[in-house]
């Protein structure tokens, strides 16, 4: 009997994002929120920092040591490294050495090839994970969103992560029709990139792409004047350079993945069987993610489809808490993870 409660604290539920990963432990909630990020040393292949120190490494090391990240458009790019970083997260979490195996679940992309879903589950094995179970995020962030995915209606939900953005129609526990497009925050901070590079010939860094888009950026025409000082290197000279920048420049700078992201939606709406459009229209589109947080974008979706559009209570934390939900009721909610295929 002893034996079965010592267990019980041990039951996880992981969101590998592309940018952030959260790790869900039953019966604490949401215990670890870190970047997907590991620092490197390249001379003896070491880690030497994971998540947020290592984040704040990225475009600021010496040579010999090189922040990653493991994770491309929301799958495994470097298997070795995602797994170094998952069982950091682990121990993390589980400051015991000896704890028991727990049972995780890991919630991916609805994209996702099987070759993508095994490296997913062996990373999780590797990591120290007794049994590894898969949800697909747009599942596991209409259930965070608190919609009633078992129930014979309609629930859509659009969950823009760092990698990629999932757009989703679920009913009945399962996903009626989905699109997953490799397009999500990253692509965004690329425009913003390349647009500096463009126009005022200005080097800028990744984090500072980012920083501009929480700031400045914006899907819908609105509050133009806003202004923000960009730094960077110049191309030309070779020199530190500050540039300022408008609100309107940095939207039409990322209107392409804005656009992309518009257009999945309205290819899932098209896809979608009549009986269901009917009750989108009642009840909307739940939108999710650290993307959903770009200023106008609910304003843009509405205008383009027509429909109500509503901004999740936590975007970041949707789809942890939804696998989260299906540690803490594993039984009730079993049948929305991804069946183990048949060997």
Known sequence: MANNFSFLGREMAVDLGTANTLVYVRGRGIVLNEPSVVALNTANGKAVAVGIEAKRMIGRTPGNIVAVRPLKDGVIADFDVTERMLRYFIQKVHKRRHFAKPRIIVAVPSGITGVEQRAVKEAGYQAGARRVYIIEEPMAAAIGAGLPVHEPTGNMVVDIGGGTTEVAIISMGGIVTSQSIRVG???????????????????????????????????????????????????????????????????????????????????????????????????????????????????????????????????????????????????????????????
Do not use: W
């Not at 901070?189 to 914006?218: N, P, V």
């Not at 290197?233 to 992309?260: C, F, Q, W």
């Not at 993610?289 to 304003?299: F, S």
């Open 185 to 343: 925050g990253d692509e965004l901070d690329q425009s913003i990139i390349t647009f500096a590079k463009k126009e005022y010939s200005l080097m800028l860094g990744e984090r500072t792409a980012e920083e501009i888009k929480i700031a400045i950026g914006s899907a819908y025409p609105g509050d133009d004047d806003q202004h923000a000082e960009i730094r960077g290197r110049d191309l030309v000279s070779g020199l530190p350079k500050t540039v300022i920048v408008s609100a309107g420049e940095i939207r039409r700078a990322i209107e392409e993945p804005v656009n992309a992201i518009v257009d999945s939606v309205k290819t899932t709406l098209d896809k979608c069987p009549p009986e269901l459009s009917g009750d989108l229209m009642d009840r909307g589109i739940a939108l999710t993610g650290g993307g959903a947080l770009l200023k106008g974008l609910d304003e843009r979706l509405r205008e383009e489809t027509a429909m109500p559009i509503h901004l999740v209570d936590n975007p970041l934390d949707s789809v942890a808490l939804g696998s989260g939900r299906c540690v803490e009721d594993f039984d009730a909610l079993q049948q929305v993870l991804v069946p183990e295929p048949r060997h």
